[in-house]
C-alpha cells in the first residue's frame, strides 16, 4: 500500500510544489516510487492552476528538480481522507490545517496525521520552519531548499523506520 504525502505552504508556488519534486526524486532514487505518492497544495486560492515561482524553478533545476510540470492547488477538506500525512512548511500553514481538521489540536485529523517539516530536519535541526522565499533574494530560495532536502530526507527515514 503506498503512502500517500501532501506538501503544503501558503500559495503552492514555492515551497510546497519544491517538496513534491524534491521528494519525488529522493523516492525514486532510493527505489520507493512504487511506494509514495506525493502531492502539493496551497492555503489560499491567489496561485490555483499556475506553475510554480520562476524563481524557485531556476533554483531548483540547479539542483536538479523539474517543476515545470506541477500545478498550483488549493488544499482542501477531503485531502484529509486522501492523505496518510499532510506536511506543513510553517507555524502558520499548521494552524491554518488543524483549523479545518475535525481536533482544533492537530495530531491525526480525519485520517491524514499533519506534521511539520522542521521535526524531520537532520542538519538544520535549530530551524524553526521553511520559510517562504517568495519576498525575498536567490538566498531565501537556496535556504528554502537545503531545509527541504535536510526534511525530505528525515521523513524518507521515518517512512522507511515505520514510525514517525
Known amino acids: 500500500m503506498k503512502t500517500k504525502l501532501l506538501f503544503i505552504c501558503l500559495g503552492n508556488i514555492c515551497r510546497s510544489p519544491a517538496a513534491e519534486a524534491v521528494m519525488r526524486q529522493k523516492a525514486e532514487e532510493r527505489h520507493l516510487s512504487a511506494d509514495i505518492l506525493v502531492d502539493s497544495a496551497g492555503i489560499g486560492s491567489w496561485h490555483v492552476g499556475e506553475q510554480p515561482d520562476r524563481r524557485m524553478q531556476k533554483h531548483a533545476a540547479r539542483r536538479g528538480y523539474d517543476l515545470s510540470a506541477l500545478r498550483a ?10 492523505f496518510d500525512y499532510i506536511v506543513v512548511m510553517d507555524e502558520e500553514n499548521y494552524h491554518d490545517v488543524t483549523a479545518r481538521a475535525a481536533s482544533p489540536h492537530g ?8 506534521l511539520r517539516m522542521k521535526d524531520y530536519f537532520t542538519r538544520h535541526k535549530g530551524r524553526q520552519s521553511v520559510p517562504d522565499p517568495y519576498y525575498g533574494g536567490s538566498d531565501g530560495f537556496e535556504l528554502a531548499l537545503d531545509l527541504i532536502e535536510d526534511g525530505c530526507d528525515g521523513l524518507l527515514r521515518m517512512l522507511a523506520d515505520g514510525k514517525d
Open 107 to 114: 495530531g491525526r485529523a480525519e485520517g491524514a496525521q499533519v
Open 73 to 82: 492547488r488549493q488544499f482542501r477538506s477531503d485531502d484529509f481522507q486522501k
